[in-house]
């Protein structure tokens, strides 16, 4: 298969290096050649630290790099079979991308955006052939993360939704077909991970560290909700949220949070920044913490109040997913384990502490505050009164 890559950044750099391990003869397309010069030399560093890991020999990086040429005119990707466009998140601008490339690739070239937040349907809609479209959004770093998003618009053919997964699958992903909205799985059901904390923090119940530890001890959660913000970066943090809550016409559940919003405005971006919620090293290693307040983390009581709180909002999220038919419960639950390294599938951890826990815990979050952030999610509800379960149990 032949595969046009458009975008050399980071996540176009990693999606060609799994196409090329996968066999595919790729075309990188940039049209910075200084660009393009950096991705070769990073996927030379990237291979020769697989080599020194054993994890592959000198004729498999031969082989790899020999599947990728780097081009800068649009028109050396006319001979793909599929394009996969991962540049700047602008609508306007991948429109008019699209729309360019479709006067140079196949009729039967399926054409694929790794947006992570804009309309799919939007995308397809520049082209003549608007069924040939399809989101492929893949995490980065491409080639570690396992999960991949396939988003079929409402003008996408079924024969083109088939192919895209049969593809994905062929690279050694794990596909989970999501619905065109805002956020599609991961960015929309994560949302209570970060907004849920801030608000924690900014009521005044636990500083950054304290939450982080609840989530990381009790939940089993490699990074804390900040630690994870700082990784990210508090600006590209914001902006999805932002996106996410205009999207949705302003649903409370997205609203984002007024500390990050500074802090992103002060600079403070994470470890790129040298400054977030914690403070870094040049090589972005903690050396501080840049919390308010004297730490709280050993305070059993409170860190089952904070997981708890954080869990349930992310619970009800992918319920509601489920219930809107975003996705079915065995792809948003791989969405998250696959997707952002969540430790269980939250439908799965929904089971687990019972539907009746849920759906109480959310109706006490609803008293308190009879904000229409903290509704309970209709299935959640229906499933209750039915004694029923997301999974079948043994």
Request: hydrophobic share 40%.
């Given at each position: 298969m032949n595969v046009g890559i458009i975008g050399s950044g980071t996540m176009g750099s990693g999606i060609a290096q799994v196409a090329a391990t996968a066999g595919c003869q790729v075309k990188l397309y940039d049209t910075n050649q200084a660009a393009l010069d950096k991705a070769k030399a990073s996927l030379e560093n990237i291979l020769s630290r697989l080599i020194e890991k054993g994890r592959i020999d000198t004729n498999e990086k031969t082989r790899i790099q020999g599947n990728i040429n780097y081009v800068n005119s649009l028109k050396d990707l006319g001979d793909s079979n599929l394009t996969i466009e991962a540049i700047i998140e602008n609508l306007?601008?991948?429109?008019?991308?699209?729309?360019?490339?479709?006067?140079?690739?196949?009729?039967?070239?399926?054409?694929?955006?790794?947006?992570?937040?804009?309309?799919?349907?939007?995308?397809?809609?520049?082209?003549?052939?608007?069924?040939?479209?399809?989101?492929?959004?893949?995490?980065?770093?491409?080639?570690?993360?396992?999960?991949?998003?396939?988003?079929?618009?409402?003008?996408?053919?079924?024969?083109?939704l088939q192919k895209s997964i049969e593809t994905i699958s062929d690279w050694k992903k794990v596909v989970a077909v999501a619905k065109d909205t805002p956020g599609f799985i991961v960015n929309r059901v994560a949302r209570p991970f970060y907004g849920e904390a801030l608000r924690i923090y900014e009521e005044g119940i636990a500083d950054f560290e304290t939450i982080d530890h609840s989530l990381k001890t009790l939940g089993g959660f490699r990074m804390g909700?900040?630690?994870?913000?700082?990784?990210?970066?508090?600006?590209?943090?914001?902006?999805?949220?932002?996106?996410?809550?205009?999207?949705?016409?302003f649903d409370p559940r997205y609203k984002p949070?007024?500390?990050?919003?500074?802090?992103?405005?002060?600079?403070y971006l994470g470890r790129k920044s040298g400054k977030g919620y914690y403070d870094y090293d040049a090589n972005g290693k903690l050396i501080s913490r840049h919390a308010e307040g004297v730490s709280d983390s050993h305070n059993t009581e409170l860190a089952e109040q904070i997981f708890n709180r954080v869990l349930v909002m992310l619970i009800n999220e992918a319920a509601d997913a489920l219930f809107l038919n975003i996705a079915s419960a065995e792809d948003i639950d791989n969405a998250m384990t696959k997707g952002v390294n969540y430790p269980?599938?939250?439908?799965?951890?929904?089971?687990?502490?019972?539907?009746?826990?849920?759906?109480?815990?959310?109706?006490?979050?609803?008293?308190?505050?009879?904000?229409?952030?903290?509704?309970?999610?209709?299935?959640?509800?229906?499933m209750h009164r039915e004694n029923k379960t997301f999974f079948n149990k043994a």
């Amino acid at each position: 298969m032949n595969v046009g890559i458009i975008g050399s950044g980071t996540m176009g750099s990693g999606i060609a290096q799994v196409a090329a391990t996968a066999g595919c003869q790729v075309k990188l397309y940039d049209t910075n050649q200084a660009a393009l010069d950096k991705a070769k030399a990073s996927l030379e560093n990237i291979l020769s630290r697989l080599i020194e890991k054993g994890r592959i020999d000198t004729n498999e990086k031969t082989r790899i790099q020999g599947n990728i040429n780097y081009v800068n005119s649009l028109k050396d990707l006319g001979d793909s079979n599929l394009t996969i466009e991962a540049i700047i998140e602008n609508l306007d601008i991948k429109q008019k991308v699209f729309s360019e490339l479709e006067g140079y690739v196949s009729e039967d070239c399926i054409i694929a955006s790794n947006t992570s937040s804009l309309s799919i349907a939007s995308i397809a809609a520049s082209l003549k052939k608007p069924e040939r479209c399809i989101g492929i959004h893949f995490f980065n770093p491409a080639p570690l993360m396992k999960l991949v998003e396939v988003i079929p618009a409402i003008q996408t053919s079924k024969e083109v939704l088939q192919k895209s997964i049969e593809t994905i699958s062929d690279w050694k992903k794990v596909v989970a077909v999501a619905k065109d909205t805002p956020g599609f799985i991961v960015n929309r059901v994560a949302r209570p991970f970060y907004g849920e904390a801030l608000r924690i923090y900014e009521e005044g119940i636990a500083d950054f560290e304290t939450i982080d530890h609840s989530l990381k001890t009790l939940g089993g959660f490699r990074m804390g909700p900040f630690e994870l913000m700082d990784f990210i970066g508090n600006d590209v943090n914001y902006t999805v949220t932002e996106t996410v809550f205009t999207a949705f016409y302003f649903d409370p559940r997205y609203k984002p949070a007024f500390t990050q919003k500074r802090f992103a405005e002060a600079g403070y971006l994470g470890r790129k920044s040298g400054k977030g919620y914690y403070d870094y090293d040049a090589n972005g290693k903690l050396i501080s913490r840049h919390a308010e307040g004297v730490s709280d983390s050993h305070n059993t009581e409170l860190a089952e109040q904070i997981f708890n709180r954080v869990l349930v909002m992310l619970i009800n999220e992918a319920a509601d997913a489920l219930f809107l038919n975003i996705a079915s419960a065995e792809d948003i639950d791989n969405a998250m384990t696959k997707g952002v390294n969540y430790p269980k599938g939250l439908l799965t951890w929904a089971d687990e502490k019972g539907i009746d826990w849920c759906v109480n815990t959310m109706d006490e979050l609803y008293n308190d505050y009879h904000e229409d952030r903290y509704r309970c999610s209709p299935l959640l509800r229906k499933m209750h009164r039915e004694n029923k379960t997301f999974f079948n149990k043994a």
